[in-house]
């Protein structure tokens, strides 16, 4: 049986070095990705994480494009 919170453990994959801050920061992180998720209109077309997958992969390449366009040839 462990014997930290096993909200730090789950945080973690599974570690025990794991400190309140850390724990702090993930459930920042995370509660930013749901309201993300349920209030960008964007976004709350998204049902699986495969087409959040496809979503960043597509905005990956977007920005990259944006950022080439600006180089000066």
């Known amino acids: 049986m462990p014997t930290q919170p096993i909200a730090l453990i789950i945080a973690h994959g599974g570690t025990m070095d794991a400190n309140e801050s850390n ?12 309201t993300a ?3 960008n209109e964007e976004l709350n077309k998204i049902c699986n994480v495969q087409q959040l997958n496809d979503w960043i992969k597509n ?8 950022q080439l366009k600006k180089l000066p040839l």
């Open 37 to 39: 998720l349920l209030l």
């Open 59 to 66: 905005k990956k390449i977007l920005k990259n494009n944006q």
């Open 23 to 34: 724990l702090i920061n993930e459930l920042v992180l995370l509660k930013r990705l749901i």
